[in-house]
């Protein structure tokens, strides 16, 4: 049974220095909760915004510890479970291409997928950079380790000590926070992440009480270590 440029990357080289997770109430952003569905990742649907990756990150290890290739059809994605299998539609160009998730990312505000260099040609838009898509998960690879859980990213800082920061202020409502240290091509940073979670409609509602409360701007991310 299956279960269910400016260029923001998704390279993932983790240390967790704090550890501890909390559990919040939630309801999703999306039309239908999708991932509450038996064959949860096949059928997923999200249109958005998707950027690429390529050439500063080539080489690096990925999410699910392969080496990233540019040249390979993957992409990157914060929520779907490794191993998943998407067909990818420019709602601009009208191409389409067929990836396979092995990355997290984009850490970035208002898009939903980093593709690979290969990929983004597949579709026609390394020139523009971004392209609005569609997304359909039309297969899935369990991994041995499971799904793993979702949790909010609150911030992501270059000094650790404003990453403490953070948890600090957050630490009334949320006991327990983990900074997550990300070495980019651009420099070392910290994540800062908060809550457990099984189901994205309940991570996406507490990540938008979150936003509300503390004036922040999270998102939901699948934590796969």
Known sequence: ????????????????IGLGAVLYQGCTTRPRPVDHFPDYPV???????ASWYGPGFHGNKTANGERYDMYALTAAHRTLPLGSVAVVHSLTSGHHVKVRINDRGPFAKGRILDLSLAGARALGMTGNGTDRVELRVVG??????????????????????????????????????????????????????IGRFLFESEAQKAS??????????????????
Do not use: C, K, T, W
């Open 1 to 16: 049974m299956r279960r269910r440029p400016l260029i923001q990357p998704a390279p993932f080289l983790l240390v967790v």
């Open 43 to 49: 059928g997923f649907v999200e249109r958005g915004m």
């Open 140 to 193: 899935y690879e369990p991994r041995p380790e499971g799904m793993g859980v979702l949790r909010i990213q609150v911030g992501s800082f270059e000094d650790i000590h404003n990453a403490r920061a953070l948890i600090a202020r957050l630490q009334h409502d949320f006991a327990d926070g983990r900074i997550i240290q990300v070495d980019l091509p651009e420099g070392r940073r910290y994540r800062v992440r």
């Open 208 to 225: 938008m009480s979150v936003d509300r409360r503390f004036n922040l701007e999270s998102f939901v991310v699948r934590d796969d270590g």
